[in-house]
């Protein structure tokens, strides 16, 4: 059983950063999908950054192109998502969220994709 666990969410000024971790737990494949999404209140849940260890490519949503960057750090397990430049429209909680294999099509930050998830931590900018 995979679990995950968030951690580094807070509160910030708009302009400001944070950097989320994600600890990986119980996988067994070097195979593998994981994704950063984030919910707003009263919003959908939405894909945020994602990638495969295959390919080693990442995908992010336009809304955090050139903001945002997801890495890993396999000696620790841990997935990361550096977040800059933030906004007050960044403000949601953030969960990590995990799968084996490869998504077809290029839907890494489709969240009915991903099997496993993490509980979130809160990021909250002000303006």
């Known amino acids: 059983q995979v679990q995950l666990v968030e951690s580094g969410g807070g509160s910030v000024q708009a302009g400001g950063s944070l950097r989320l971790s994600c600890a990986v737990f119980g996988y067994t494949y070097n195979s593998y999908c994981m994704g950063w999404f984030r919910q707003a209140p009263g919003k959908e849940r939405e894909g945020v950054a994602g990638?495969?260890?295959?390919?080693?490519?990442?995908y992010y949503a336009d809304s955090v192109k050139g903001r945002f960057t997801i890495s890993q750090d396999n000696a620790k397990n841990t997935l990361y998502l550096q977040m800059n430049s933030l906004k007050p429209e960044d403000t949601a909680m953030y969960y990590c969220a995990f799968r084996y294999g490869h998504i077809d099509g290029g839907l890494y930050l489709a969240i009915a994709e991903y099997k496993y998830w993490g509980q979130g931590t809160q990021v909250t900018v002000s303006s």
């Open positions: 990638f495969y260890t295959g390919g080693g490519s990442t």
